[in-house]
């Protein structure tokens, strides 16, 4: 054989080779994302996190396998905690989504995981980062109205956000002047106070209706909606403080909202009993749940 034959001979022995250790290596990252998946199942999360990291470096292009690692990270967010091992987990799990969406950047499960993990981790005891995450959360909900302009959860949740920020607000200016939210406009707070935060909460108030008011007209049955449109309402007439009639009409919408919720639960939780005799019903593949 001369030079120019073995050198092939050895290029494609080495190509089989290489070839041979790369399905070797898929085969091999399948097995721990299936074992992942097992633990995952079974609430290992901690166990699942190690198989999907293995099956990640054994195969990088393994459909799925960073989607449910990131998924498995985020389960094991603790929500409102600022250890460092928390954040760390929370960042690492908000990067590999990010990794995801740069593939498939109308992923909307993993714009949803991000909005939710930035959700989780908002806590008023941490007012550092408080505002900051409920902020990206809002802006990540937003990205999943970009894909699906129809998600009732995601309106629902932009609309409960600026609600929260809106209620802080007043909380703080309240609170400092040695008041109490009355939730009925608090028409007995001096103006001082109360003009600044009508300046502060305006924005948040409108867009809360607007998000919130998208909801329900998306799920006619979303009775959670329906509470915070009671609430934020109530905010509502806080911001037409001075203004009698304007505060009137904004308690009398908050009263038809909250007693629209009463009445949606209500019916809601009938239907769902109707559907479950007996408390053990099967699913569609014939599980009982």
């Not at 989780?120 to 990205?143: F, H, I, R, V």
């Not at 007043?170 to 040695?178: D, E, H, P, V, Y």
């Not at 209706?209 to 309402?233: E, F, G, Q, S, T």
């Not at 239907?271 to 479950?276: A, D, G, S």
Request: charged fraction near 25%; glycine fraction near 6%; proline fraction near 5%.
């Amino acid at each position: 054989m001369n030079r120019t034959a073995r050198v092939m001979a050895f290029a494609t022995a080495l190509a089989g080779m290489v070839f041979s250790m790369s399905g070797c290596r898929q085969l091999e990252a399948r097995d721990q994302l299936n074992k992942g998946v097992d633990a995952y199942k079974s609430a290992h999360y901690e166990e699942a996190i190690g198989h999907f990291q293995e099956a990640t470096r054994l195969d990088p292009t393994l459909p799925m396998a960073k989607t449910y690692l990131a998924t498995a990270l985020a389960q094991n967010v603790v929500p409102g905690m600022d250890t460092p091992d928390n954040l760390r987990t929370a960042n690492q799990a908000i990067d590999i989504f990010k990794q995801v969406l740069a593939q498939n950047p109308s992923d909307v499960n993993s714009i949803k995981q991000i909005a939710g993990i930035y959700y989780s981790m908002a806590s008023p005891s941490n007012p550092t980062s408080w505002l900051q995450d409920l902020q990206n959360a809002k802006q990540w909900q937003m990205k999943v109205l970009d894909v699906d302009p129809k998600d009732a959860d995601a309106a629902y949740t932009i609309g409960v956000i600026d609600w929260n920020i809106a209620h802080e607000n007043l909380l703080k200016a309240l609170q400092a002047a040695g008041f109490n939210d009355d939730g009925e406009g608090n028409v007995k707070v001096p103006k001082k106070v109360m003009d600044p935060v009508a300046q502060q909460n305006a924005p948040l108030v409108e867009e809360g209706l607007k998000y919130l008011n998208m909801a329900v007209a998306d799920r006619p049955n979303y009775d959670d909606a329906m509470a915070y449109l009671n609430l934020i309402y109530r905010r509502k007439a806080d911001v037409d403080f001075g203004h009698p009639q304007d505060v009137k009409a904004d308690l009398a919408d908050a009263e038809k909202w909250r007693t629209d919720a009463m009445g949606t639960r209500k019916s809601n939780e009938a239907r769902k009993n109707k559907q479950q005799p007996g408390g053990i019903v099967m699913d569609a593949n014939g599980n009982m749940k």
